[in-house]
Every structure is written in C-alpha cells, then in structure tokens.
C-alpha cells in the first residue's frame, strides 16, 4: 500500500511538471516595436558592409547598400516618416562605394567609407 501512495505522488508530480512545461511553451515572447526589427536587419547589413569594403568586394558591397536602401526604406514605413530616416547618408555612402572600385580610389576611400557607415549607424542608435 506505501508503495500505491508513492507511485500516486509520483505521478502528480509529473502532470504537475508537464502541465507547467506546457504552459511555458505556450507564453510567447514579448512583442518588438515593428521598427526594432528594421533597425536590427540594418545593423548586421552594415556589419557585413563593412567586412566587405574592409576585403576589397565592392562590387558584393554594392548589392548590400542596396538591401540596406530596402531596409531603410521600410524603417521610413513604419515610422510612417521621411524626416526620421533622411536617406542622404545613404546615398553619399553608396556614391563613395562606387567610386571604390577604382582600385587607385579604394585604399583612400575605405576610412572615409568606414566612418560614413559609422555615421549611419549613429543615426540608428538615436532611432531606438
């Protein structure tokens, strides 16, 4: 009979473990503001920019201001703004890139380029 209580214990414990298990994964994450999403893809866009004008592959950093100009774009979207998110870092960012590839250009421009991604990267940061 001690054995019958035991087991019975036993098997309340473990509904009871499962039961909370269950309900943990059913509680969902907090929900972002819709612009932190754009301003995190903008983030690692930049990163990988960065990386890529650091190597020498402007014309792959081309097609990343690019994905970065879509991005913004949606950030003006959801800001419901063009003010917030004025593009004109954007575009001297993208001219300086294009002119890197004259490979005379490059090696002068990249500290000029780095320091422009800098810029827009502090630009994000005050978004937030």
């Given at each position: 009979m001690a054995f019958k209580g035991i087991s019975v214990v036993r098997a309340c414990i473990i509904v009871?473990?499962?039961?909370?298990?269950?309900?943990?994964l059913r509680r969902q994450a907090?929900?972002?503001h819709p612009k932190t999403?754009?301003?995190?893809?903008?983030n690692k866009l930049l990163h990988k920019l960065r990386?890529?004008?650091?190597?020498?592959?402007?014309?792959?950093?081309?097609n990343t201001i690019e994905d970065v100009r879509q991005e913004w774009e949606y950030l003006d979207v959801v800001l419901r703004?063009?003010?917030?998110?004025?593009?004109d870092s954007l575009q001297?960012?993208?001219?300086?890139?294009?002119?890197?590839?004259?490979?005379?250009?490059?090696k002068r421009l990249l500290p000029i380029v780095l320091a422009k991604i800098n810029i827009v990267n502090n630009r994000l940061d005050k978004l937030h």
């Open positions: 009871l473990a499962l039961l909370i298990f269950s309900l943990l907090p929900t972002r999403h754009h301003i995190i893809a903008i990386g890529e004008c650091v190597t020498g592959q402007i014309d792959v950093a081309q703004t063009q003010a917030a998110c004025s593009s001297a960012l993208d001219s300086l890139v294009t002119l890197m590839l004259n490979k005379d250009e490059s």
